[in-house]
């Protein structure tokens, strides 16, 4: 293996239960992103029962939660979500939307919908970041290194809209995945991208491949987005309760 500072490594091959367990969330959210591109319009249960409560609630947080704050006892920080590095992350963030905003707006002359709730929308949606970088980039990161992890990530997060995009768009959305987890990758805290980056790249790619969304929408994200934060920081609570409970035991 080949070593960096600290305890991170370039290139290694140590994948454990937490590679498996990334690997299959990301399989399967393929399946239910496409499941939800190609019926979840026209039926609401699919949507609300597979794209939101399998997909967002389970796949997104519950699992990802869970093994990296009750079995892996990381932390939050295991997710991305830490204080550590934030003014930075947060500056980048902001330089990142504003060279993305130009073509934002170029984008926005040939919208039909309402930019302000679509925009929102976006910037809202957790889920996808917190997913593919905080979740599947940082445990490929421990499991093969950091230089092949922002590549693995890039290409599940083109992976899942394969049959929802065309061709043309799913390459260029792993070049951007790729993008987006080098720059993770140098702060690991996920304000690097969310919520301003992600509200202003992914409103482009969203425009693009012809999806316009509304304050129904955005209504419905605030609702997910609430229960997923509620999910991180219930496990978060209870991991840190079951370890002061058997550092208790211990003494």
Known sequence: MIRSKGNRRAVTFDPGLDTLLASITAVMMIGIYYLNAKYGFEQPAV?????????????NAAIPAFVVLVLCKEGLSGLGIKRENA?????ISAVLAAIFSNTLFETLEGFDGNPIPHIIFNGISLWEPLFVYGWLQLRF???FGYILAPIIA????????????PIDMV????????????????VRNILVLFPMTWAVGSSIGTIQGGYSFDWTTVIVYAIVLLLQVMILFGLWHYSRKDKTSAGSVVK
Do not use: D, N, P
């Open 154 to 165: 890039g290409a599940a997060f083109a992976a899942y809209h394969i049959g929802t995009f």
């Open 141 to 143: 990161e421990r499991a």
């Open 87 to 91: 003014f930075f992350s947060i500056l």
């Open 171 to 186: 390459l260029m959305l792993f070049g951007f995945g790729v993008f987006y987890g080098v720059v993770f990758g140098f």
């Open 47 to 59: 949507f609300f029962i597979g794209f939101v409560g399998i997909g967002h609630l389970l796949l």
